[in-house]
């Protein structure tokens, strides 16, 4: 079974500022998705980032980029310049035959 | 693309009473669809995965007679909590993979917050 890890429950972090958001993952599998979805206080599931398991080459879409380490299987979250916007609940998730979520990071952007 | 629309948003109901919920995708194909209750402050838990044109497949310790769910087409899937009561009281998401894609992401409704008096 896999297992991921957020051992961050909460973080906080100053508007404008980068803050790295931490993720671990247990897996046998070779062929795997990596994912970070944002939950704000809408609830609504927002995907923010994906990266495929057999990709060297770290993800990025905009302000957000990972740092993956696919040997320590670690797989954190960057976000640069951070917006009030960003305040949410944050989940790592790992995509083998299920959706398997942490235990989601709460991130407040302070102004 | 890839929307999911879920409804209702809100349900307050008696105890005793069933109340469903629904989940579609809008723009794609589903085959699989997949259910999750949500604690406040808490992660999302997978209570079953819904196979369309086959039962769903529910994880340890839910209870399928409580939560029954129907996969009938490769938009719909349903989720009825039957004789509901006041512990059954959560935050519903569903979600959906596109059977088009190979990415592996799914896709989240909005949501169904069920409140049992």
């Known amino acids: 079974a896999q297992t991921v890890t957020q051992s961050q429950p909460e973080m906080s972090v100053q508007e404008a500022e980068t803050v790295t958001l931490s993720c671990t993952y247990d897996?046998?599998?070779?062929?795997?998705?990596l994912f970070w979805y944002k939950q704000p206080p809408s609830r609504q599931m927002i995907l923010v980032i994906r990266?495929?398991?057999?990709?060297?080459q770290n993800a990025t879409e905009n302000r957000f980029s990972v740092n993956f380490q696919k040997a320590a299987k670690s797989f954190s979250l960057k976000i640069s310049d951070s917006q009030l916007g960003d305040t949410a609940m944050y989940f790592c998730?790992?995509?083998?035959?299920?959706?398997?979520f942490g235990g989601g990071t709460r991130l407040m952007v302070k102004p | 693309g890839a929307v999911v629309s879920q409804h209702p948003s809100r349900v307050i109901c008696k105890s005793g009473t069933s109340v469903k919920i629904e989940c579609r995708s809008l723009?794609?194909?589903?085959?699989?669809m997949f259910w999750y209750r949500q604690f406040p402050k808490q992660s999302l838990m997978l209570m079953a995965t819904?196979?369309?044109?086959?039962?769903?497949?529910?994880e340890q310790g839910v209870e399928k007679d409580k939560f029954l769910i129907n996969h009938a087409s490769l938009t719909l899937s349903t989720l009825t909590v039957t004789s509901a009561h006041p512990e059954d009281s959560s935050f519903y998401i569903c979600?959906?993979?596109?059977?088009?894609?190979?990415?592996?992401?799914?896709?989240f409704g909005e949501g169904s917050r069920l409140t049992v008096l």
């Open positions: 979600s959906a993979r596109d059977s088009g894609r190979a990415t592996g992401e799914l896709f």
């Open positions: 897996t046998s599998e070779s062929n795997y998705y």
């Open positions: 990266q495929e398991a057999y990709k060297q």
């Open positions: 998730a790992f995509s083998g035959n299920m959706l398997t």
């Open positions: 723009d794609f194909q589903a085959t699989t």
């Open positions: 819904s196979n369309e044109g086959s039962k769903a497949t529910y």
